[in-house]
């Protein structure tokens, strides 16, 4: 029977195909990996660039063309037939010397293209890897076919016009060299590509299936009809991993906590699923899957519940998030469940003070360092240091906020009420003791859990930190932590190794979801300046980098609100005509009123109308961002005075800033932007 190894682009194809010729082409791919009767036959392809492509009728109109070497075939695309044969006879296929992975080349294009760089070759002496010598482009797999052409290369805008025609694995390292990195620089990038571990031994040029088994982002094999229905059902994310994603979530163990950071759209909710079914498959103990909020908690367990079939193991995750791991820790250990005091409560309590701050100040005091570091007496409060706090304090100044804060513990405590950060720190007192294992399926011990991943890192608080630090025993694959802090939207700025967690850092920098220039956009709205938070000192968007382009975002100013308004409703009423579903555009405002606005206007479309805040985790093909105007983003209410303390609210306009960051970076292929009147300050100009 033959060996059928699926690339993601049949999938995508065989969904666009009508129900009849979808069903029947399903059927012919079982029957052809079945070996069964009826079976569709490879026919060879006359003019093929590469001889072993070939093709077989799938259905009335529509081939599928794919590789075979030896016993495997592996299957690229479904097309009608005229497209499909001209598809076979264009592309080659190869394996990179460096990495052992598959590579597959446009040599049509190719072909027509090295004329135009010839001349241009000829009109200078200037070569752009001039200082590069055969034998470091041969250890970075530039094949050798491609060195002649790679030769006559005169600048970056020509290697640029190569990119969409190269492969990834040639591209990465020859990028890097032209913008002057060393070997080193050029092998990093070319890491970027591996999926797996380095083969032993050396490579095998003409190994093809190693190398599609050594490409789990290029090939799934399918062994069975169930494995197969798996593969073309579910969605791509499921299935086919990017090679620098794989290889994180696949590594067989971590010998410490590990922190991934990267920009928006580099896949990291994707990199905490696939390490969480990961660690569940392998069955070494109970998983905490872990986020911020409620609402982003119970998207990623319906994503979870897609990754991962068999229930058994499926049950190994738990999905939630701090502030409910917290509370059933408490009510488990008190026999109830713990009450909770809101916003409103306790500001109003910190307007009870004579203090002569603020009921704000006093709040962020409170928080961002008497809970923050978990400070129980004056004495301790009088000798911490107050990092990210503008505002110079005199001991006595500290001990009128002290009593202050005092008054406000106690007055919650009559009231028999908390604040989540103060369940949390109650919580991970209590795991600090000896309860047992509150949640065990072996020995008991006090952490509830063998492993916990984290999702949206940059938003917990350091008494969350703390809380997850002591659910999780410490050993191997203890904790899997992914964030950015440039997507911050609430105002904690932590360094995991001040609440005793000792993390070895990877970055993603290649953003999947967005097109370069909402992406370039994007980075210039956020500011591209540095970022505090989860690793000691600062964090730069440099490198960060999208890799195909698309359409720029579209900004519209209006003269009044009710005309930004139907500017909307006609954007997005386009879109739905051009054929987008609704479910795949979003909308977004700062405000509540803004919020209800829209969705009057854009009532009988069916989109998802939200707030900036609730853009986080989610994505769309079309998003549109209303009412960033001056007045509006920031929102003033938001911003602490200059006057109480002109650090917090820089801190704050970082907030802000980052918060419209986050909504517009939503977008996977367009992105529309609107105010009236004057615009925000955060707008790129």
Not at 369 to 384: F, G, H, I, S
Not at 632 to 638: F, L, T
């Amino acid at each position: 029977m033959p060996r059928l190894a699926i690339s993601p682009d049949f999938p995508a194809e065989l969904g666009a195909l009508a129900q009849p010729a979808r069903r029947d082409a399903v059927v012919a791919v079982r029957r052809f990996m079945q070996n069964v009767a009826g079976a569709p036959h490879p026919e060879r392809v006359r003019g093929a660039r590469d001889p072993r492509v070939v093709t077989l009728r799938l259905a009335e109109g529509y081939r599928g063309v794919m590789v075979r070497h030896r016993d495997v075939h592996w299957l690229l695309t479904v097309l009608p037939e005229a497209e499909a044969w001209a598809y076979a006879r264009r592309h080659r296929f190869g394996v990179n010397t460096a990495l052992g992975v598959v590579e597959m080349w446009d040599a049509e294009a190719l072909e027509r293209i090295e004329p135009a760089v010839l001349r241009a070759a000829g009109a200078t002496e200037t070569r752009l890897f001039a200082d590069t010598c055969d034998t470091d482009m041969a250890e970075l797999g530039v094949e050798r076919g491609l060195l002649g052409l790679v030769r006559q290369i005169t600048d970056e805008l020509t290697l640029d016009a190569l990119e969409p025609l190269l492969p990834a694995t040639q591209y990465a390292p020859l990028a890097a060299l032209a913008r002057g990195e060393s070997m080193a620089g050029a092998w990093r990038e070319l890491e970027t590509c591996r999926a797996t571990a380095p083969p032993p031994g050396p490579i095998d040029p003409d190994d093809l299936t190693a190398a599609l088994l050594r490409s789990p982002d290029r090939a799934i094999f399918v062994g069975s009809p169930r494995e197969l229905n798996h593969v073309l059902d579910a969605p791509a994310w499921c299935v086919f991993l990017q090679p620098a994603l794989h290889r994180l979530a696949r590594w067989e163990f971590y010998e410490q906590p590990i922190l991934v950071t990267g920009g928006a759209g580099t896949g990291k909710t994707l990199l905490a699923l696939h390490r969480s079914a990961f660690l569940a498959r392998r069955g070494a103990g109970q998983i905490l899957l872990v986020t911020f909020s409620q609402r982003l908690s119970a998207e990623l367990a319906s994503r979870l519940d897609l990754l991962v079939e068999d229930e058994v193991t499926r049950k190994r995750v738990e999905v939630g998030n701090v502030d409910r791991l917290a509370h059933r820790i408490v009510a488990e250990a008190e026999g109830r469940a713990p009450a909770l005091a809101g916003a409103a409560e306790v500001d109003a309590l910190w307007r009870e003070t004579d203090s002569a701050h603020s009921p704000a100040f006093l709040l962020r005091e409170w928080e961002q360092v008497v809970l923050a570091q978990n400070l129980r007496t004056l004495q301790e409060y009088l000798e911490a240091p107050r990092t990210g706090r503008g505002v110079q304090l005199s001991a006595e100044e500290r001990t009128d906020v002290w009593k202050a804060v005092e008054h406000v513990t106690r007055r919650l405590r009559e009231r028999g009420k908390r604040t989540l950060l103060q369940l949390a720190g109650e919580a991970c007192q209590l795991l600090g003791r000896t309860t047992g294992d509150l949640l065990a399926d072996s020995a008991p011990r006090r952490e509830p859990y063998r492993h916990i991943v984290v999702d949206e890192a940059q938003d917990l608080h350091p008494a969350q930190w703390r809380l997850l630090r002591a659910a999780v025993p410490y050993g191997r694959d203890d904790l899997f932590i992914v964030g950015d802090p440039h997507q911050r939207i609430f105002d904690t700025r932590v360094t995991l190794g001040s609440v005793g967690i000792d993390a070895t850092r990877r970055r993603l920098q290649v953003s999947y979801r967005l097109p370069q220039e909402i992406l370039t956009w994007g980075v210039r709205l956020r500011g591209g300046g540095p970022a505090d938070g989860l690793v000691d000192g600062v964090q730069e968007l440099y490198g960060f980098r999208a890799t195909r382009n698309g359409a720029r975002p579209v900004v519209r100013a209006y003269d009044s609100p009710e005309e930004e308004l139907t500017g909307l409703a006609t954007q997005v009423g386009q879109w739905v005509q051009e054929g987008v579903p609704p479910q795949e555009i979003g909308v977004a405002a700062r405000t509540a009123g803004l919020v209800r606005d829209a969705r009057d206007a854009l009532r009988e479309l069916g989109v998802k109308v939200t707030t900036l805040h609730g853009m986080k985790g989610l994505e769309f093909r079309r998003v549109a961002v209303i009412g960033v105007a001056d007045g509006v983003v920031p929102a003033p209410d938001s911003l602490t005075p200059a006057e109480e303390d002109p650090t917090a609210r820089a801190h704050d306009l970082q907030r802000e800033r980052g918060l419209l960051y986050v909504a517009c970076t939503r977008a996977r292929e367009l992105l529309y932007v609107s105010h009236s009147g004057r615009a925000s300050p955060f707008l790129p100009t």
